[in-house]
């Protein structure tokens, strides 16, 4: 019960000191919304495009086109080749042969051209389209390598892949994300130094008081419990505005886009859950800030 009444007497005294240093509270408090506002929108870009990223990931694909004179054994062993490969999906190997192709490609075809004309005249024996397989990876980095090691098995003519997404996008993507992280973490730094000086202050302004609790032989902890108190509830009621503008500009700016983001080809994350993670994590960031804002200041000054 004893630890309970001081732990409600700490809180009171942290509410207590937010108002009695309301213009620094105040300032603290729209700074830290307004990092943590920016740092919304770092999240929510990241995880776009990381999602981008993952989905182009996931539609890569290898085409082994097979020779014409490959027989029945020889698309067999081509295909336990493909299979002993560790980079590639085995339960997502697909294989098409040439008529398969063909009326694939009839169908996509106006049956007025006279392309269609032309294939429609095609038996097997004049076919000159190619069998092929169709190979998902499981780690897109070793593409390339996994193409190579294709190109090498007998009665394969030719591997292709999308060199261009593979060597230019996707480490594009990359580096966007590492460089939203950064941006990240030195706002929350940022936002960190901002709460050190606002407990600083406050430090300064109950420095009398501080002196006697530590000459009557107040154990630091209780000491700085009110101020680490105080610098949670600043961190919490700073990331209030930015949950709300996250959970309901995210809903808006998904319905307004219709799903994409800039183009068609990048589909935006579901808001839901997306955005209640995201505000947690916010919260999260803002209480963790306050806090250990709070306590690094206090373990500085109790040195003293």
């Known amino acids: 019960m004893k630890a309970i009444r001081i732990f ?4 009171a005294n942290a509410i207590k000191s937010i108002f009695r240093n309301f213009s620094l509270s105040a300032a603290s408090i729209i700074c830290t919304t307004i990092t943590l506002i920016i ?17 182009i990931e996931n539609t890569l694909t290898i ?9 029945e054994e020889d698309i067999s062993s081509i295909r336990s080749k493909i299979l002993e490969i560790k980079n590639v999906k085995s339960d997502e190997l697909i294989f098409k042969d040439k008529e398969e192709i063909k009326e694939e490609t009839m169908k996509n075809t106006d049956k007025s051209s006279s392309l269609y004309s032309i294939m429609e005249n ?4 004049t076919n000159p389209l190619e069998s092929e397989f169709i190979i998902s990876v499981k780690n897109v980095e070793d593409l390339e390598e996994t193409a190579t090691t294709l190109e090498k ?3 394969v003519t030719n591997v292709k892949y999308s060199e261009d997404v593979v060597d230019n996008m996707i480490p594009l993507f990359d580096v966007v ?6 941006i990240i973490i030195g706002l929350i730094v940022v936002t960190t130094f901002l709460i050190c000086n606002t407990i600083k ?5 109950r420095k009398n008081e501080i002196e006697i609790m530590r000459l009557v032989g107040t154990s630091n902890f209780t000491i700085k419990l009110p101020f680490v108190i105080e610098g949670l509830f600043l961190g919490m009621i700073g990331s209030i505005i930015p949950m709300l503008a996250t959970i309901w500009g995210y809903i808006f700016a998904f319905d307004k886009l219709e799903g994409h ?14 955005v209640f993670y995201t505000s947690i994590a916010l919260l999260i960031i803002g209480s963790l800030v306050g806090m250990f804002g709070s306590y690094i200041t206090v373990r500085k000054y109790l040195k003293i």
């Open 8 to 11: 409600r007497r700490n809180i």
């Open 122 to 125: 095609w038996t097997e024996e």
């Open 63 to 71: 085409i082994v086109f097979v020779d014409k004179t490959a027989t």
């Open 261 to 274: 983001l800039f183009t068609n080809y990048i589909r935006m994350i579901t808001p839901i859950p997306f």
């Open 153 to 155: 098995i007998e009665k």
């Open 39 to 55: 740092v919304a929108l770092a999240i929510i870009f990241s995880a776009n495009v990381n999602n981008f990223t993952r989905d």
């Open 201 to 205: 202050l406050t430090i300064f302004a």
């Open 177 to 182: 994300e590492k460089v939203t992280i950064v």
